[in-house]
Antibody
Framework: QVQLVQSGGGVVQPGRSLRLSCAAS????????MHWVRQAPGKGLEWVAL????????HYADAVTGRFTISRDNSKNTVFLQMNSLRVEDTAVYYC???????????????WGQGTLVTVSS | EIVLTQSPATLSLSPGERATLSCRASQSVTTYLTWYQQKPGQAPRLLIF???NRATGIPDRFSGSGSGTDFTLTISSLEPEDFAVYYCQQRSDWPPSFGPGTNVDIK
């Protein structure tokens, strides 16, 4: 069965960096786009970033452009989110999520990781 | 950027009752509208894609309808496990965006 297991996260001071990982299993990772979606405490869902199945195309929400970088290693079935210059408002549970499309990004999400909490605080 | 609004914010119902949730888009999204369910402490779960197609394993008491700017998620008879927050999401325009959610709670 499809599994997305996240790691990373924790408490970090404003301006510092953090890297999240999401290890996939149970499907052919290299043919699916992958996303990061976040949820601030008690709030709704916010799309953060997308990487295409082959790693060539990357897109970001305006709120994180220039600070966050999404990447993937298809040989290790893992997607990453490098978060730099973190701000208090980046505090959220971060989810990795699989795009529903095969070798095309449909921009909706059929499987989700368990989520990891990132807290940005001094 | 397309803005989604959901109503009501909270829906208080009893098990066995019918739930009708609304999602409205600020401009047409044709049928590129998705519904998710989220329970406390859990990741969201895909329910309905492209306005009316149930995802794999989703019971047929869940149905979606609509096109353009107005969409509805209907739960025909609420089961205890259906009490949760429901989000709509559009993929018609960049970036993909979510509505604020409807909380279906037990009356």
């Amino acid at each position: 069965q499809v599994q997305l297991v996240q790691s990373g996260g924790g408490v970090v001071q404003p301006g510092r960096s953090l890297r999240l990982s999401c290890a996939a299993s149970g499907f052919t990772f290299s043919i699916y786009g992958m996303h990061w979606v976040r949820q601030a405490p008690g709030k709704g869902l916010e799309w953060v970033a997308l990487i295409s199945y082959d790693g060539i195309n990357k897109h970001y929400a305006d709120a994180v452009t220039g600070r966050f970088t999404i990447s993937r290693d298809n040989s290790k079935n893992t997607v990453f989110l490098q978060m730099n210059s973190l701000r208090v408002e980046d505090t959220a549970v971060y989810y990795c999520a699989r795009d529903r499309g095969w070798q095309v990004e449909l921009q909706y999400f059929d499987n989700w990781g368990q989520g990891t909490l990132v807290t940005v605080s001094s | 950027e397309i803005v989604l609004t959901q109503s009501p914010a909270t829906l208080s119902l009893s098990p066995g009752e019918r739930a009708t949730l609304s999602c409205r888009a600020s401009q047409s999204v044709t049928t590129y509208l998705t519904w998710y369910q989220q329970k406390p402490g859990q990741a969201p779960r895909l329910l309905i894609f492209d306005a009316s197609n149930r995802a794999t394993g989703i019971p047929d008491r869940f149905s979606g309808s609509g096109s353009g700017t107005d969409f509805t998620l209907t739960i025909s008879s609420l089961e205890p496990e259906d009490f949760a927050v429901y989000y709509c999401q559009q993929r018609s325009d960049w970036p993909p965006s979510f509505g604020p959610g409807t909380n279906v709670d037990i009356k």
